[in-house]
């Protein structure tokens, strides 16, 4: 079966990774000219870290990456508002593993061996005809294929090009994310400010200590350039010691720093003909729960196991069977997501002060139901 995985993030690497232990070689092509660009910190859920044990992957990501063993949200002045023990969860399912995207994507590269991975390429049309995809790239050359797998994130253009336009959910806000001394926090504890108008988060990895530092879009403060770092200081001051230790170690002005609008996608359809969607180009994920890479991970499995019960006749049938195993579990997580979103993003006083009351009698289980419910379901 010819296969062109478009996109080699998360989802994609892992469908690669999983299809060549079955013997099929795909094709992917990445938008990117390596995997050195930019990337941000990864919580991994046992729903996606569970993919690598099948991968042989797990103890060398688990050797890489921190254990969060404990979550703490604090208020708007850095007061503790609850603390939980991820320990319940991680007893009976296993560890929520910490780590960088580009070290998740580095250890599944290691996986491909000489596969068919073509950088600084992306795709500039798709034609369906009968049983087969011709695909035209940005390079100019032109493929056929059997399958083509859309696994190229939040603005998929295969998205685009098959079904249109699709709804995003908008926050209306967003957030700049950097790297601060693995010193500045308590090792393995995800520690998140849940403000009035603003927000700060820090998840330590072995390589420091992710921050994201959100608040609503539409002024000046997200800018680039000259003033940046000053003024995201001054927008998250007195936030406690904490916040003001990451902010010490804000990149400077002419650093180049990612800026995150906070906004998901949902498409209505995942799959048409010999195309189909996966991972965020399919539902796409707010940071919130930190489960948009895990989600992709556990969809790559499940395609991948019904393109393994298959032959190229019936490719349709088993796209069909992948969207009714993953959908429903999918969107439900995501709507967890930006129920989370609700809860965590408040710019009204009174609200913030109702929520972090209500907050401190919460379980992990009660603030998100869907995820909970989801460790325990099959697939
Ligand atoms: C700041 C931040 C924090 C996050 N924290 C967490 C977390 O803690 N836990 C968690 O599980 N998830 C987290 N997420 C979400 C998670 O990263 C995504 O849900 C996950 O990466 C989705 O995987 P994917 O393969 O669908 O997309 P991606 O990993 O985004 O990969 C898509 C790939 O496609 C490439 N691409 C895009 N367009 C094209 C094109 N036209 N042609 C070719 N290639 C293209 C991109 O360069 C990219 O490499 C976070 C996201 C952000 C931004």
Known sequence: MRILIVGAGIGGMTLAALLRQRGQQATLVERAPDFEHAGYMLG???LGSRVLHGLSLYERFAADSMECTDYEVRDNHG??????????ISDRFGPNLSCTRPQLIHLLHQSLGDADLRFSTSLASLQQQGEEVTATFSTGEQETFDLVVGADG??????????????????????????????????????????????????PTRDGVGIFAGAPTGDEREKPGP?????????????????DAWLD??????????????????????????VVLLGDAAAG????????????????????????????????????LYVKRRKHRVESI?????????????KSSTLS?????????????????????????PI
């Not at 009035?196 to 988060?201: D, L, N, P, Q, S």
């Open 285 to 320: 994920f707010l940071p919130t729960a930190g489960i948009g890479a895990s989600m992709a991970m556990e969809s790559a499995a499940v395609l991948a196991d019904e393109l393994a019960r298959t032959d190229i006749r019936f490719v349709e049938h088993a796209l069909a």
């Open 154 to 203: 939040l603005h998929s253009c295969v998205r685009q090009m098959v079904f249109g336009d699709q709804p995003y959910y908008h926050t209306g806000w967003g957030g700049w994310v950097w790297y601060a001394d693995l010193a500045s926090a308590p090792a393995g504890t995800f520690i998140e400010h849940w403000g009035t108008g603003r927000f700060v988060g820090g998840y």
């Open 249 to 274: 170690d804000l990149p400077d002005d002419n650093a180049s720093m990612f800026y995150w609008k906070l906004s998901d996608v949902r498409s209505a359809e995942w799959t048409r003909g010999r």
């Open 79 to 88: 007061e503790l508002v609850k603390h939980w023990s991820m320990g319940p």
């Open 353 to 377: 002060h109702i929520r972090n009351l209500a907050t401190k009698f919460y379980s992990l289980e009660q603030l998100a139901g869907s995820i909970a419910k989801a460790f325990d379901q």
């Open 44 to 46: 991994l859920w046992p």
């Open 227 to 243: 003033g940046r770092r000053q003024r995201i200081r001054e927008q998250f001051a007195g936030m406690g010691q904490l916040v």
């Open 334 to 346: 995501q709507d967890d997501s930006r129920h989370l979103a609700r809860t965590m993003f408040l």
